[in-house]
């Protein structure tokens, strides 16, 4: 393999020690769910988001059903995605009971469609019981806020960020969890903020929704065998949230050299073949995945694999067509623009500390195969 999709590897050189210092000195305390060190975590995440609380859980999938129970929402309610998304999104949903329905994307972010979402309410808004929109901030960038919070407010929806991919992305000038009512985050390894393991985040500003996550996700319980309700175990453990918080200090650095690593390949790649990730001028787009179209897609992909170049589709099948959905009955055509998109999308390697030289290298490579 010359040059692998991602690299989790190359980030430890400078916060080794830190991280194992703190990892030495958590195994001593044998104090490893919660504690201080979880707490500590979710106030320097809240800082981070700018949001009021933070609420550490297990992982990212948790962090969203943790969010949609909170708010009430379960059977018999109709809770409206994206079907250009990893599936946790829509198992969340499926997870407290609700049933999943999903709109199209915008051609250019691949978030959220306003207008599809708009026709979708004015079709079922009256024949459906519709709680929540869960809007994803896809490959590091966010949906469109503004409109999406407008049609939310007309149709009196919840409003659940998925910002899984979206660590430190911004659009005017706000970031996950500040337009909505709640926002979550995924910590899994390969995420622009990455854990040692599976772990995950809940960001919100309203305090009587932050002490209901907390219960929620520690057996419902405030004191120790005293349950309010009942709830989960999604709990952070505090190995997890030390290594976190070392990490969380270079989020924006590694995020910069995200987009410094966007901008090389805009620059080497070919400009008329090649659809770029869309900036729009307002926002922060932190790359989580750098994400392109090219026609030709599946043999470029193959080829590059032949010269130890690892690509990847995010993702190669849209939720509605899964087979695990068929009993929801979407056919081919139901969402146009995802499933356009789908058929022409490649994620080229992206990591911070990718080499202008791989990426030049990767660009000259592509430029080649294309038709
Ligand atoms: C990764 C991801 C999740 C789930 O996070 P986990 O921590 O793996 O459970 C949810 N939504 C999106 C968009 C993701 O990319």
Partial sequence: ?????????????????????????????????????????????????????????SNGTDALILALHCL??????????????????????????????????????????????????????????IKAVIPVHIYGQMADMNAIMDIAEEYNLKVIEDAAQAHGAKINGKGPGEYGDIATFSFYPGKNLGAFGDAGAVVANDTNIAKNIKMLSNHGRIEKYKHEIEGYNSRMDSIQAAILRVKLKHLDKWNDLRIRNAKLYSKFLD?????????????????????????????????????????????????HLQ????????????????????????????????????????????????S
């Fill in 1 to 57: 393999m010359k040059i692998p999709f991602t690299s989790l590897s190359d980030c430890y050189k400078d916060i080794y020690d830190e991280i194992m210092t703190r990892i030495q000195y958590l195994i001593n305390t044998t104090n490893f769910i919660g504690g201080e060190e979880v707490e500590r975590f979710e106030q320097e995440f809240a800082i981070y988001c700018n949001m009021r609380h933070a609420i550490a859980c």
């Fill in 271 to 319: 400009d008329y073949k090649v659809i770029k990730p869309f900036y729009r001028d307002n926002s922060k787009h932190v790359y989580h995945l750098y994400v392109c179209r090219i026609s030709n897609r599946d043999y470029v992909r193959e080829e590059l694999k032949k010269k130890g170049i690892v690509t990847g589709i995010h993702y190669p099948i849209p939720l």
């Fill in 72 to 129: 009430g929402i379960g059977q018999g309610d109709t809770v409206v995605t994206v079907p250009n998304t990893f599936i946790a999104t829509s198992e969340a949903i499926t997870s407290v009971g609700a049933n999943v329905e999903f709109v199209d994307i915008d051609e250019k972010t691949y978030t959220m469609d306003p207008i599809s979402l708009r026709e979708y309410l004015v079709k079922n808004i009256v024949n459906k019981r």
């Fill in 323 to 370: 087979p695990a959905y068929a009993y929801l009955g979407y056919k081919k055509g139901d969402f146009p623009v995802t499933e356009k998109v789908c058929k022409e999308i490649i994620s080229l390697p992206m990591w911070p500390e990718l080499k202008e030289s791989q990426i030049q290298e990767v660009s000259i490579e592509l430029n080649s195969l294309l």
